[in-house]
């Protein structure tokens, strides 16, 4: 096809797909924000079926379908730590029927750690509720002769690089909360990296590897079977569902805290009664009892918060962790 015929192929298309444009747009514009929502919400949740994020999306999604009498589909986008799930609902119509399963690793860690970010989370996205954060538990193999936080900085700091650490993964929650704990500890703990929880925690479990700060759903059953040893939790605030475990911060390192979160945001530009009616119902559901208790059996902790509050958490948790993997020394790929 010669050049000519390419410009006036192009101006056909152009010329034909206006009208679906301006379609959709009027769409957007001129529905009743009473009625909303009056179809189906695709819920983006950028890690595969089965695991601690996908379990917190469709426990949610569940009510927020039943509250709306609207399906809240699940739309499973794993890849790149989050980062293509994240790429894919910052791309989507701003009409409010995608929302995004945001995270510490979407929303905090991956903007940090890419030379050339995908999407900006800021930028990007429009903040709806935080719904919930996940400490991590630290363990150590019993071949440690570790009970306590302070007796793991002691060892640490007597052979700097001598204990190793296993992570899920570079870059991952497991990996930048004992980067952070070095860094407030004044320790040095060597990174193992794994590709995926299941052969980290076998690694872990044998020997090879002596430390590891995790999900506490994943680990207490070691724990309890006397494999591993479990010395804190990384939260502000010990876990109801395993209280006799102390934070890392109660232990000796106060200030530290850290884990997984949980939120909800929408691409940039989302109408504000869709951001209000989402953000209110997430509340309403995050604080009911019903899942309070289903969260807190899974060492999960509730938050529901507003908009702003979640769009001013985003922001810290991007200037907190660029400040630990700038002192890290942590090379964006």
């Not at 429009?126 to 793991?152: E, F, G, Q, R």
Request: charged share 15%; aromatic share 6%.
């Amino acid at each position: 096809m010669n050049p000519e015929n390419l410009i006036c192929k192009a101006l056909l298309t152009m010329v034909c797909m206006a009208p679906v444009m301006s379609g959709i747009a009027h769409a957007a514009a001129t529905e009743d924000p009473a009625k909303y929502p009056s179809k189906a919400i695709r819920f983006v949740v950028p890690f595969p079926p089965g695991g601690g994020n996908d379990t917190i999306a469709r426990l949610v999604g569940q009510q927020m379908s039943a509250a709306f009498g609207q399906q809240v589909a699940i739309d499973n986008r794993p890849g790149a730590a989050g980062a293509l799930g994240a790429q894919i609902a910052a791309a989507a119509p701003a009409d409010g029927y995608t929302i995004f399963l945001a995270g510490v690793g979407s929303h905090g860690l991956n903007p940090n750690l890419a030379k050339k970010p995908l999407y900006d989370p800021v930028r990007d996205f429009d903040a709806i509720s935080l719904i919930a954060s996940a400490p991590l538990l630290v363990v150590v193999h019993p071949s440690l002769p570790a009970k306590s936080v302070k007796d793991l900085v002691v060892l640490a700091k007597a052979k700097p690089g001598a204990i190793n650490y296993a992570s899920n993964g570079t870059g991952g929650s497991s990996h930048m909360a004992v980067e952070l704990f070095d860094m407030m500890a004044g320790t040095k703990m060597t990174h193992i990296p794994y590709k995926g929880l299941a052969p980290a925690l076998t690694e872990l479990m044998s020997g090879e590897v002596q430390v590891m700060f995790s999900s506490a759903v994943a680990m207490m059953p070691q724990v309890k079977a006397g494999r591993l040893r479990a010395i804190a939790m990384t939260g502000s605030k010990r876990s109801a569902a395993i209280p006799d475990i102390p934070t890392v911060a109660e232990s000796g390192l106060k200030g530290y805290e850290t884990g997984s979160w949980y939120g909800v945001a929408a691409p940039a530009g989302t109408p504000k009664y869709a951001i209000d009616k989402l953000s209110t119902e997430i509340i309403r559901i995050t604080k009911s009892p019903q899942i309070t208790n289903k969260l807190v059996e899974e060492a999960v902790i509730p938050v529901g918060s507003t908009p702003a509050e979640f769009s001013a958490y985003i922001k810290s948790e991007i200037a907190r962790w660029g400040k630990v993997i700038k002192q890290a020394k942590i090379e964006p790929t």
